[in-house]
């Protein structure tokens, strides 16, 4: 460290260089400390900008896990009272096969095409099939026998 009451009352100029030396010597620590401090902070904001939008990523993953659990909650809720309606109404549910093979039958409205919309649907599902669905098929079959019999 200077003294400067030396520097002032220095006759020299040697130790005027010299306290010309050291300030300039401590001009750049003091600068590249300052840049450091700056790159430090520049860093710990990006990092907390980082974890601040992984924190609101977590937060609406659980505000969404939440929302799920609930409409599960109730979904089973509902199927729980549909079920005991069927219960004590001694109903069978209608199942959304029966729906599906409904509609396959929809826009059929005379004899020959009832029966060709029939062998289609057997040739599309018949469980042989790679992808075959044998309940859709018994399906298919109880529609059209009972359109047979509405003929």
Do not use: C
């Amino acid at each position: 460290m200077i003294d400067w009451e030396e520097v002032i009352n220095a006759e020299s100029v040697e130790e005027l260089r010299e306290a010309k030396r050291w300030l300039f010597q401590e001009n750049m620590r003091l600068e590249n400390l300052n840049r450091r401090t700056m790159q430090e902070r520049k860093r710990l904001k990006e990092e907390n900008l980082f974890f601040e939008k992984k924190l609101a990523i977590l937060q609406d993953g659980f505000r969404q896990l939440e929302e799920d659990r609930r409409r599960l909650e109730r979904e089973r809720q509902s199927f729980a009272s549909e079920r005991l309606f069927y219960k004590q109404s001694r109903e069978e549910p209608k199942y959304i096969g029966e729906n599906i093979a409904e509609t396959l039958f929809r826009s059929v409205n005379n004899p020959l095409a009832l029966r060709k919309r029939y062998k289609d649907l057997v040739k599309i599902f018949h469980p042989d099939n790679l992808f075959g669905d044998e309940e859709l098929v018994q399906m298919i079959n109880k529609e059209f026998a009972r359109r047979r019999r509405e003929e």
